[in-house]
């Protein structure tokens, strides 16, 4: 078994020239030649902390496959509570991009944790990206990984020919966790020799401030399995629900029909999308109305999730598709993200 320090340094040396390139970004006033003994330092002390824990697992470190909306939030906490921290995307500019959703989030946090406090703000944030290691290199990227977390697009044969060739090069150790907001976890465990090492992990968008996970059980998920899923999720200060496999689960199940009724409201001309928006927020109590939090999720990633389940169900009108969705999409406009949706943002991913 080789030194934590090691290990770290191992995982860290293939991804050290791009990590340099993106400290550029994520701490402007440091130069780029940000030395690794200080990160070897710093998980060093964060592995002695997680000893004293007394763990009822052993998930120290942890791959996030995908690193949009959701991947970035769940990199980020899991750093924030001393995992060690594998990213991985498939191009730069991706990574990039969700480094930068990282840093800008950790800012927004430690605004309200350290007021009057810039030291400890600055060593919050020094801290948390010390537990992150960037990567481009899947094989790389989980050769130590006690937890994979996948968090690619929602669309099942992308996710089905990555857990595959996880599955082929993770060490059996290895648990796997979808993050998938509509498809069925027993269909990308089937992929996979490990459907007893598998299971989901939903988390709710954003990640750094919405409590629940939903801890998805498949028949197959063993106990010990199940159990470390749940207790990483209370270790990332969430409030986790255990789940059956059906589809959406329990909130979206819930929450995506309620905002594709919505959609055909406007479609039928009953409201404006801001009056709806209004009316739920000011009559239901609603922190977001269904067209702000449909532009939030992503609109691309909404019509891939009704896409799936229409297929699976065809009569089933709640989950019908809708043409006002369809046509956004086509047109690249997925909400917050690109900048446009039903609403138009000053910048993508901004308000
Ligand atoms: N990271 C860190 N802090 C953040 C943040 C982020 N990503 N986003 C917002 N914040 C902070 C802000 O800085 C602000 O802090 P202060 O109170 O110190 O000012 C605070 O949160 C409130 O933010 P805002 O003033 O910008 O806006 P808000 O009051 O509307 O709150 C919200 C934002 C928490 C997102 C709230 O609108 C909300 O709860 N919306 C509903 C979200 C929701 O329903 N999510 C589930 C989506 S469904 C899903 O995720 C499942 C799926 O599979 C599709
Ligand atoms: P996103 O489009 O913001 O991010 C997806 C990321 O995955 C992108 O950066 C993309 O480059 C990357 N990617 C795609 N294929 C990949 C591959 N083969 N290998 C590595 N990276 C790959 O999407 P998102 O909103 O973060 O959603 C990700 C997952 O989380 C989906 O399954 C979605 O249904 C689920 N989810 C989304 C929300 C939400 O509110 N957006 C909430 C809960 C769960």
Redo the contacts with the bound molecule.
Sequence with gaps: MLAVGQRILKSARHTEKLSHELLGVLHPSRPKSFPLFSRLISTASVQKQRNGEAAAHNLQNVTV?????????IAQVAAQNSFHVTV????DE?LQ??MVMIRKSLDRITKKKFPNEPKGAEKFIDDTLSKVTISRN?LKSVEDADLVI??????IE??Q??FRTLDEIAPPKTIFA??????SVTELAKVTERQDRFGGL????PVPLMSLVEVVRIQETSAATFNALFQFSKELGKSPVACNDTPGFIV?RLLVPYMMEAVRMLERGEATSSDIDKAMKLGAGYPMGPFELLD???L??TK??IDGWHEIYPGNPLFYPSETLNKLVEDGH?GR?TGVGFYRYKTANGK
């Design positions: 496959v995908g690193l949009g909306l959701m991947g970035a939030g991985v995307d498939e191009q991706y991009r969700g899947i996948e968090a690619i697009t929602e669309n992308a996710k020919t990555l979808s993050n998938t907001s509509s498809f939903h988390f709710f968008n979206n939030y999720v992503g691309d990633t891939y999730i997925f993200k």
